[in-house]
């Protein structure tokens, strides 16, 4: 491809120098139509001419019409030529009629001026924006290409990045592409036209399109599009066996990226196959606002969201408990961006030291406590049995010790579906933790609940953010069984209905989330590698590892026998039956793991995790290997 012209700015002066001269003799000549009177007032047009030699071009090198490359000229450039000009006019009037008035010369005739400033934005405009009509010329006619030798492409989006897709195939031949129409749902854009390419329809238009215009390939050019549009182009390119492209937003761009890393995010709310939950603003509101608020795990992921959906309703503190100091720091400074008005206390303390507990507690004597602190990674906790025992099932032991003590409101716990006939290490303290709070709740009669769901996206260390890692280093991703099948929920969907089920809470409820069906993890990781505009199998290969220790393929989110009932929610269940979560020697089981976890007795806690938790089988899961954490 041939260069364009680069044509220099004093090449542009020279030329700015005689259309001056041809401008101002022009503005006189149209006003007296080369008559007597144009000879009569010619003494004023050279007076005219010289100021406007001396002073036009300093002006227009002031606002900077000599330091740009004005065969890359657009509109901004010529809104700064029409500003030029006209300063440059202003100025040479004034002094023009400042001289009049001091008699230097006689007769000036004011129409001149406002002709010689039209006629100075289309000669100063005109040369300009010329060297952009000559530059394109010459980069678009350099490489001669017959249509038939061109890629025939459908651009889904008809916006601004749409526009800039066409413009550029049209500049550049050789990328071999021929633009045939524009898709977009705005109905102001249908049969309409941008740069010669017509909008023949909207995107669910897509299969007709593909077929009557002969298409060879589809560019989705809307980098800020929802993955839901992402993924309708991409199932019917793949249907009709077309390759399609996404443009990356211009931040990708600017990273120098061009791999995998240049593709746009996804966003993560695609990713569920269904809709998400929504939020009962009005219960949560009255249950949070002027509230003094504990949240434990402030700096995990779900516990760092607690923070900023609580941070919304207005309490009068916000006590954030974690026992990692940066993760709790990090938080710290984003909610004190956010939300400065609220009064943010951060605590470094360990759930299992009751001591530090009482002191926050006596310190600040919450009302209401999030508990979201918890080892989660379940391959981790098979090879650190007594850390899952003494954080997980002692230190909730603890803080709700310390919350009946200290007479709070509400108490939440955040749980997993992994408590349910547990095969694992987590699951099972989790389980235990879940009977911890039930008790509580039953014995004094306060408002304790439990609130149980599946996997989150996005949070930190799920598999989201590793197949994210995985697809960025252009593959494989890695997944256990090929059947393996979970719960997925948001982040924001997670807080919600913790947020929700402390506002409904009597007290003893076991609250989940309707999450719809469970998906194959494989086809979400297929998902992830399509919403990112590639293939699977053909740029990012998926492979199977085998399960890992305690993995199920399938999960629940309540025992066989329970039921469930509708609440004021209608994406929010309760359970029912829950005679399996009140046992009254549950002292004597949390202090059996206390003293064995104490001294290291593995066989012992998971004898009593198999015969306390009903359909528990954790003694059958095969020990830990380390090769199989990702």
Not at 226 to 246: E, H, Q, S, W, Y
Not at 325 to 336: A, G, K, P, T, V
Not at 516 to 529: C, M, S
């Amino acid at each position: 491809m041939k260069r364009r012209p680069n044509i220099r700015n004093k090449y542009i002066l020279l030329g700015d120098l005689v259309l001056i001269v041809i401008s101002i003799l022009g503005s006189y000549a149209l006003r007296f139509e080369l008559g007597p009177l144009f000879f009569q007032y010619l003494p004023s047009a050279i007076w005219i001419l010289v100021t406007a030699i001396i002073f036009k071009p300093i002006i227009y090198y002031l606002f900077g019409l000599y330091r740009r490359m004005w065969m890359y000229a657009s509109v901004q450039e010529l809104k700064l030529v029409v500003v030029a000009v006209t300063s440059a006019s202003v100025v040479v009037s004034t002094i023009v009629i400042s001289l009049l008035s001091l008699h230097v010369f006689e007769g000036l005739p004011r129409s001149v001026l406002v002709i010689d400033w039209i006629l100075s934005i289309v000669f100063v405009g005109g040369l300009r924006f010329s060297l952009r009509i000559i530059g394109d010329a010459k980069a678009t006619g350099s490489i001669p290409i017959k249509n038939g030798e061109r890629r025939r492409v459908i651009i889904v989006g008809a916006g601004d990045a749409g526009a800039l897709v066409v413009r550029e195939i049209q500049k550049n031949p050789q990328m071999r592409f021929l633009p045939v129409g524009f898709l977009d749902d705005n109905p102001a854009k249908q049969k309409q036209q941008i740069s010669g390419v017509p909008v023949v329809g909207k995107i669910t238009d897509l299969p007709k399109v593909l077929e009557n215009y002969k298409v060879d390939e589809v560019i989705i050019a809307i980098p800020s599009a929802p993955g839901r549009v992402v993924r309708l182009v991409a199932d019917i390119c793949r249907l009709k066996n077309k390759p399609f492209l996404t443009m990356p937003g211009i931040f990708e761009l600017l990273g120098g990226s061009v791999n995998v890393s240049r593709l746009r995010e996804v966003d993560i709310t695609d990713l569920l196959r269904r809709q998400p939950t929504y939020m009962n603003e009005e219960i949560i509101g009255a249950s949070l606002s002027g509230k003094i608020v504990l949240v434990t795990g402030a700096g995990g992921s779900i516990g760092k969201e607690l923070c900023r959906q609580i941070s919304r309703w207005g309490p009068s503190e916000l006590i954030m408990v974690g026992h990692g100091e940066n993760s709790i720091f990090e938080s710290l400074l984003d909610l004190r961006e956010n939300f400065p008005n609220i009064s943010y206390i951060p605590f470094i303390a360990d759930m299992r030291d009751k001591n530090r507990l009482t002191q926050i507690f006596h310190k600040h004597n919450p009302q209401i406590v999030f508990h979201a602190a918890a080892h989660k990674h379940v391959p981790l906790m098979e090879l650190n049995i007594e850390e899952a025992v003494t954080n997980n099932i002692l230190g909730t032991k603890n803080l709700v010790d310390v919350s009946n003590d200290f007479d709070v409101e509400k108490f939440v716990m955040i749980s997993t579906d992994k408590a349910i006939r547990p095969k694992n290490i987590m699951g099972a303290s989790k389980r235990i933790a879940e009977m911890i709070v039930i008790n509580a709740a039953i014995e004094n009669k306060k408002s304790y609940c439990v609130v149980r769901f599946g996997n989150v996206l996005g949070s930190r260390g799920s598999i989201v953010p590793i197949f994210n890692r995985q697809i960025a280093k252009g593959g494989p991703i890695t997944i256990t069984h090929p059947d393996m099948k979970r719960y997925f929920m948001t982040i924001p969907e997670a807080v919600y209905l913790v947020l929700q089920s402390g506002g409904m809470a009597k007290g003893g409820e076991t609250f989940v989330l309707n999450m719809g069906d469970q998906i194959k993890i494989v086809d979400l990781a297929e998902d992830l590698i399509r919403l990112s505009g590639l293939e699977p199998g053909r740029d990012i290969e998926v492979i199977f590892t085998g399960s890992r220790p305690g993995e199920k393929l399938e999960e629940d989110l309540w025992d066989e026998g329970l039921t469930f009932q509708r609440t004021i929610h209608p994406d929010i269940y309760q359970l029912t039956n829950q005679s399996d979560y009140y046992a009254s020697d549950l002292a004597d089981i949390v202090n059996e793991l206390r003293d064995f976890a104490t001294n290291g007795n593995i066989l012992g806690i998971l004898n009593i995790f198999d015969e306390k938790i009903p359909g528990a089988q954790v003694r059958k899961t095969p020990p830990a290997d380390l090769n199989t954490i990702n």
